[in-house]
Nanobody
Framework: VQLQAFGGGLVEPGGSLRLSCTADGETVTIVRRGWFRQAPGKQREMVAQIISREGTKYSDSAKGRFTISGDDEKTTVNLQMTSLTPDDTADYYC??????????WGQGTLVTVSS
């Protein structure tokens, strides 16, 4: 499965941004889709996930501000981000995981929150 992420950019504090990720390949075995991020000097962290048969999961920092969505065919995953702060500045990576726990990563897309 090959993933391609879109939508990063520069946004002012308080602004919104939508990230999208599309998958090319066999996705029927995908059980998790989501977004991670990595800020300079920090470890990569989970932001939000769609978990098959369970629903969605968000980090504490994303709850109430970000919304994850995706299609039923498991070929896309989107992240709508609102009320952005400079602490949200990071490279954002989409991630798919299959039934064998194999991870697939998209290329990072940079989100910069700055005035």
């Amino acid at each position: 499965v090959q993933l391609q992420a879109f939508g990063g950019g520069l946004v002012e504090p308080g602004g919104s941004l939508r990230l999208s990720c599309t998958a090319d390949g066999e996705t029927v075995t995908i059980v998790r889709r989501g977004w991670f991020r990595q800020a300079p000097g920090k470890q990569r962290e989970m932001v939000a996930q769609i978990i098959s048969r369970e629903g969605t999961k968000y980090s504490d920092s994303a709850k109430g501000r970000f919304t994850i969505s995706g299609d039923d065919e498991k070929t896309t995953v989107n992240l709508q981000m609102t009320s952005l702060t400079p602490d949200d500045t990071a490279d954002y990576y989409c991630n798919f995981i299959d039934t064998r726990d194999r991870p697939y990563w998209g290329q990072g897309t940079l989100v910069t929150v700055s005035s």
